[in-house]
């Protein structure tokens, strides 16, 4: 999850640089933090492991911890603030008001990083390739954090609260789309699998 953190400092950069520095404010910061690093992070600390695991050879101890990632995490923070871009364009094509622009990138973080984690449970793997329901608990808590996420944007003191607006059909639509990228960005063409056995590790059931 460290990409979406310092995805979420880029974007607040790049939000500043292009005039907008209040799109992002700290109450949406803090509950993006709660429902992405609260019960889906530490969901993460149950994935069960590959059948593989004993068999592949041990990391060079002379790499770092995110030796060959950082390609990868610049490709997803690029992908999310490409996404953020569409959406400050399609506000000024479409004559969106700043608070629907607001929660549209609001939605658009959420579901990123809520979709993002699937292609963080491997090095090797990509989301598609993973049983979803073999982490039930990351699977319940992903959910409960949308679920979360939905009863805030219905509920209209909460909305006012974190100075968040109703939206239309169409809006929404654009920021599932945009924040459903992080289904996409697979591991695989950023990673080198170790040793001489599978080539990509046999996913657990």
Known sequence: MLRCNLGEIALITLLSALGHPTLITAAMILWINLVTDGPPAVSMSVDPPFEDVMKRPPRNPEEGILHGRWLHI???IATLLVGSVIILLAGRVWGIP???VRTMIFIQMILFELTIIWNSRSERL??????????????????ASLAATA??????????????????ARELALSVLTGCTGLLLSPKPFTKPRGHGHPHGHPPA
């Open 126 to 143: 990509s989301a598609f390739e993973i049983n979803p329901l073999s982490n039930k608990a990351l699977f319940i808590s992903v959910l």
């Open 98 to 100: 700043q608070p629907e």
């Open 151 to 168: 009863a805030l944007m219905l509920a209209s003191p909460l909305r006012a609260a974190f100075n968040l607006a109703a939206i239309t």
């Open 74 to 76: 610049a490709v997803s």
